[in-house]
C-alpha cells in the first residue's frame, strides 16, 4: 500500500493481488464483515485543499467506492451529506468519523433511494445542513446476478433501473434550483456500459442509461456553468460483490482474470478521479467519462 495517493510505483503492485475466499452477505451488504475489509485511503489518503469549502451530497457514501469519495472529499477540505440504506449504519458511522476526524461536516440521512420522496428528502436535507449544495455524487448501485433471463424478475429488473437510473435522475433533479454555476455533478457508470456481463443484464443496461443521460444532460446544463461527468470503474473489491453482486464460486479470482493489470482495484484507487472531477482542475471537461479499470479497452 502506498504511503499515499502521489507515490509513485509499480502500478501492478500498489495493492495486493487478493484471492477473497468464498462468502455472502445478504444485500447490501456490511464492508465491516468482509474479507479482506476494502482500503478507503483512511490511512492513505492525503488532502491538499482542492475542494475547500466545497458541499457533497454523495450516495452510497457508507461503503466501498462512494466511502472512499467521502472521506477524498472530506480530507481536500469539502462538507459531505452521506446517502446509505439504514441497514449499514455501523459501515457510514466508520465513514463519518472518518470525515469528522478531517475537521469537516458529514450530514448522515439513510434512506431508501427506490423512494422518489427520500431522494427529494435527501436534497433537502443536504441543503439544510450543509448550508446549500455544489457537488453531487452519485455511486449508490444494486448489481444482483442471474444466469438466465428466467431468473431475473421483472421486479428486479425495476428495481435496479430504480435504483441506478431513476434515483440519479430524482436526485439530480431535486438538486438543480440549488445549483450556482461552478457546481458539478458525477455519476458512476462502469466498465459493464461497454462490456456487458451475460448474468448481469439489468444491471450492465443502467450503467448504459447513466453514460448516455450525463452525456446528454451536460450539454444541457454546461450553458448554467455546471459541469456533469462520470466516472467508470472496473473490478474493485467492494461489498456490492459479497451481496450477490456476482456468482460467489468466481469471488478467488475477482478481478485477476479479467484485468491486464491482473487485479482488483481498491475504492481508494477511484477517489482521485472523482475529486479530480469535482474540483475547478477539472474546468473544461465536460460530458466525459473516465474510465478507471485497470486497462480494459472501452470505446
Ligand atoms: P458498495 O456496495 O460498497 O456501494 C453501493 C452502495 O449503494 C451501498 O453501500 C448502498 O448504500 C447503496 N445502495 C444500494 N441500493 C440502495 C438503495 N435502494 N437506497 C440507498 N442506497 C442504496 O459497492 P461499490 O462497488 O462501491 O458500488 C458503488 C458504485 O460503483 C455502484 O454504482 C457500482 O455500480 C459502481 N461500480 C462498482 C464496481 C465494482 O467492481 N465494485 C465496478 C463498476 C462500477
Ligand atoms: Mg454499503
Known amino acids: 500500500m502506498p504511503t499515499d495517493q502521489y507515490e509513485f510505483g509499480d502500478p501492478t503492485t500498489r495493492y495486493p493481488v487478493i484471492s477473497p475466499p468464498v462468502q455472502q452477505q445478504p444485500e447490501p451488504g456490511l464492508q465491516s464483515q468482509m474479507t479482506p475489509v476494502p482500503d478507503l485511503g483512511e490511512d492513505s489518503y492525503r488532502g491538499s485543499g482542492r475542494l475547500t469549502g466545497r458541499k457533497a451530497?454523495?450516495?452510497?457514501?457508507?461503503?466501498?467506492?462512494?466511502?472512499?469519495?467521502?472521506i477524498a472529499f472530506a480530507r481536500e477540505g469539502a462538507d459531505v451529506t452521506l446517502s446509505y440504506l439504514p441497514a449499514e449504519e455501523s459501515d457510514a458511522r466508520h465513514v463519518i468519523e472518518v470525515i469528522e476526524a478531517a475537521g469537516r461536516k458529514a450530514?448522515?440521512?439513510?434512506?431508501?433511494?427506490?423512494?422518489?420522496?427520500?431522494?427529494?428528502?435527501?436534497?433537502?436535507?443536504?441543503?439544510?445542513?450543509?448550508?446549500?449544495?455544489?457537488?453531487?455524487?452519485?455511486?449508490?448501485g444494486k448489481q444482483v446476478w442471474q444466469p438466465t433471463l428466467d431468473d431475473l424478475s421483472e421486479d428486479q429488473f425495476e428495481e435496479t433501473f430504480r435504483?441506478?437510473?431513476?434515483?440519479?435522475?430524482?436526485?439530480?433533479?431535486?438538486?438543480?434550483?440549488?445549483?450556482?454555476?461552478?457546481?458539478?455533478?458525477?455519476?458512476?457508470a462502469s466498465l459493464e456500459a461497454y462490456v456487458p456481463a451475460p448474468d448481469r443484464l439489468?444491471?450492465?443496461?443502467?450503467?448504459?442509461?447513466?453514460?448516455?443521460?450525463?452525456?446528454?444532460?451536460?450539454?444541457?446544463?454546461?450553458?448554467?456553468?455546471?459541469?456533469?461527468?462520470?466516472?467508470?470503474?472496473?473490478?474493485?473489491?467492494?461489498?456490492?460483490?459479497?451481496?450477490?453482486?456476482?456468482?460467489?464460486?468466481?469471488?478467488?479470482?475477482?478481478?485477476?482474470?479479467?484485468?491486464?493489470?491482473?487485479?482488483?482495484?481498491?475504492?481508494?484507487?477511484?477517489?482521485?478521479a472523482y475529486v479530480f472531477l469535482a474540483s475547478a482542475e477539472s474546468s473544461f471537461v465536460v460530458g466525459d467519462t473516465l474510465n478507471v479499470n485497470g486497462g480494459m479497452v472501452t470505446p
Open 202 to 272: 439489468d444491471y450492465a443496461s443502467t450503467k448504459g442509461a447513466i453514460n448516455n443521460l450525463s452525456k446528454g444532460l451536460a450539454q444541457q446544463l454546461i450553458p448554467k456553468g455546471i459541469r456533469v461527468n462520470v466516472v467508470a470503474p472496473g473490478p474493485t473489491w467492494t461489498a456490492l460483490q459479497v451481496s450477490r453482486g456476482v456468482d460467489p464460486e468466481t469471488l478467488p479470482d475477482f478481478g485477476s482474470s479479467e484485468s491486464p493489470m491482473g487485479r482488483a482495484a481498491q475504492p481508494a484507487e477511484l477517489a482521485p
Open 57 to 70: 451530497l454523495i450516495t452510497g457514501a457508507d461503503s466501498g467506492i462512494g466511502a472512499a469519495v467521502a
Open 163 to 188: 435504483t441506478n437510473v431513476f434515483a440519479m435522475f430524482s436526485i439530480v433533479k431535486a438538486a438543480l434550483p440549488h445549483l450556482r454555476p461552478g457546481s458539478t455533478i458525477i455519476n458512476t
Open 107 to 140: 450530514i448522515a440521512v439513510p434512506g431508501d433511494l427506490t423512494s422518489r420522496e427520500y431522494c427529494r428528502e435527501l436534497v433537502a436535507a443536504a441543503v439544510e445542513g450543509m448550508g446549500g449544495l455544489d457537488t453531487v455524487v452519485n455511486v449508490a
